[in-house]
């Protein structure tokens, strides 16, 4: 069935070759387009950092070019060396001069990586109906270096400091006190940052310092560059014998199976069910789904559900026959009973609190809502005494915060399911009294101990005020 529908039209064998694996880099120039790029450019020079993997390019400027200003790029040139010697000899120690011809004749090029992992990334060539993988080193950037721009700053700079030594030699020294602080905690750390700092700003100044390697570029055309190229193709053509292998045993040996690997209990995965699944199950357990997913509907929604998607042909009389077995009736509207939300033998998923405590919880929180329209969170958490994560997973299976910070009813009451269901409202009243007690001692435990621990504290300081205050004073009448 699978081969009619998705029928094998070729096959093509996928090789990985390792051959450049450490020295291949793939350019990419952000600033250039498709059509005028780089592949008929003259490389004047062209270094790399192998610990950094930057790599600097100068690609040549046709100067005799109709396009291109001799004015404005011997301007450059000057701005960046000074003066133009071109043709003198330099001073010894002297800086390189960035234009030798004493005009831009070249444009520079420099790297910055744009992906730390290239884990993930590989080179192909598609040929001869084969595919051949290369993983790569590095993917750098290229983009235009506009260093001479702060060649002229910096000349500029030192023109000016140069000028204000000269103005400086007739002023008169002045005397300047140096005072030590003792260490202390606070010099300590502070000694202690500026040491990491320190380390930090070595271990820049390293990549900063490494030298640029000067390299040869091979135009794409030479012999050089077409040897390098056949490196991409892998030498090594035996097929993999894992592809050979039956689906299940290539599954097994792709993904081995490991006997530490904690198995997952079946009884905390809840399944999940599609249409066509509920399709198969009987009405009651339609039921149960629909209100364990809805977590609140009315009796016509659970109607229009069943007849528009499961059953066309059921009945409301049957359905509402069904429906207190799995659900509660609560204001009109049906939510799904407690041990339907949490299954037997289940755990909370933040702090494993068991079923039983959930269930009880949760029938709190209805019985709460049947008598009252909001509830506050901490009054919740109190009287059930759960964790802050499980209480809020119990009332959202049947509340909502509305914008007074309170919780409400997912839906409104439906006052006329009500009016036409007296019997099964009534029904369910009997239910709440019947329970009624056990809701209020939880209630009522709580606020014992809150009022015991009241009257604890008052009676031990009237007891301090009886001890310590003397006794009123008698006043004695006197007769004249």
Same mark, same amino acid.
């Given at each position: ?269 809840l399944p999940v069910y599609n249409k066509a699944m509920l399709k198969t199950l009987p009405l009651l357990d339609q039921l149960r789904v629909l209100l364990k997913d809805a977590k609140m509907l009315s009796f016509p929604d659970v109607l229009h559900i069943l007849t528009e998607h499961i059953d066309p ?58 008598? *009252? ?5 901490? %009054?919740?958490? +109190?009287? !059930?005494?759960? /964790? &802050? @994560?499980?209480? $809020? ?62 009257? *604890? ?5 009237? %007891?301090?005020? +009886?001890? !310590?205050?003397? /006794? &009123? @004073?008698?006043? $004695?009448?006197?007769?004249?």
């Amino acid at each position: 069935m699978e081969d009619e529908e998705d029928p094998i039209v070729e096959e093509i064998p996928v090789f990985l070759s390792k051959n450049l694996q450490d020295n291949l880099y793939l350019f990419q120039y952000p600033t250039k387009t498709e059509l005028p790029n780089h592949d008929d450019a003259v490389v004047v020079n062209c270094c790399v950092k192998p610990f950094t993997q930057e790599v600097k390019v100068d690609f040549g400027l046709n100067i005799e070019s109709k396009h291109f200003d001799r004015f404005k790029g011997e301007q450059f040139a000057v701005a960046a060396d000074g003066k133009n010697t071109y043709g003198a000899a330099l001073p010894k120690g002297a800086e390189r001069p960035t234009y030798k011809r004493g005009i831009m004749d070249k444009q520079a090029f420099t790297s910055t990586r744009s992906l730390t992992d290239i884990s993930k990334y590989v080179v192909g060539i598609y040929t001869d109906k084969e595919v051949h993988l290369s993983p790569l080193a590095s993917i750098v950037q290229l983009r235009p270096s506009l260093t001479y721009f702060d060649k002229e700053d910096k000349r500029r700079k030192a023109e000016q400091k140069a000028q204000s030594e000269d103005i400086d030699d007739d002023e008169v020294a002045q005397q300047v006190t140096v005072k030590f602080a003792r260490g202390t905690s606070a010099g300590a750390a502070a000694k202690k940052t500026k040491e990491q700092r320190g380390s930090y700003d070595k271990f820049v100044q390293r990549i900063v310092d490494e030298p640029w390697c000067e390299s040869y570029w091979h135009a794409r055309n030479t012999p050089t560059a077409e040897l390098e190229r056949q490196k991409l193709y892998s030498a090594n053509h035996q097929s993999n014998q894992s592809l050979s292998l039956p689906p299940s045993e290539y599954l097994c040996k792709l993904l081995p199976h490991d006997e530490h690997v904690q198995q997952v209990d079946a009884a905390n995965v809840l399944p999940v069910y599609n249409k066509a699944m509920l399709k198969t199950l009987p009405l009651l357990d339609q039921l149960r789904v629909l209100l364990k997913d809805a977590k609140m509907l009315s009796f016509p929604d659970v109607l229009h559900i069943l007849t528009e998607h499961i059953d066309p042909h059921v009945s409301a009389e049957k359905v509402l026959a069904l429906l207190p077995q799995v659900g509660i009736l609560l204001h009109g509207n049906w939510v799904p009973k407690s041990e339907v939300v949490y299954p037997e033998k289940m755990l909370s998923h933040a702090n494993g609190v068991s079923a039983e405590q959930m269930i009880r919880a949760r029938d709190y929180v209805l019985y709460k809502f049947s008598r *009252t329209q909001c509830l506050y969170r901490k %009054q919740v958490m +109190t009287a !059930t005494q759960l /964790p &802050p @994560a499980e209480t $809020l997973d119990v009332l959202r299976t049947v509340a909502r915060v509305n914008s007074t910070k309170r919780w409400e009813l997912l839906l409104p009451p439906d006052k006329e399911f009500e009016q036409k269901n007296v019997e099964l409202v009534q029904r369910q009243e009997l239910h709440w009294r019947a329970t009624e007690q056990s809701y209020n001692e939880m209630d009522w435990a709580k606020e014992t101990k809150r009022v015991r621990k009241r009257s *604890t504290r008052k009676s031990e300081s009237q %007891q301090q005020t +009886t001890m !310590t205050m003397p /006794p &009123p @004073a008698v006043h $004695l009448s006197t007769e004249a």
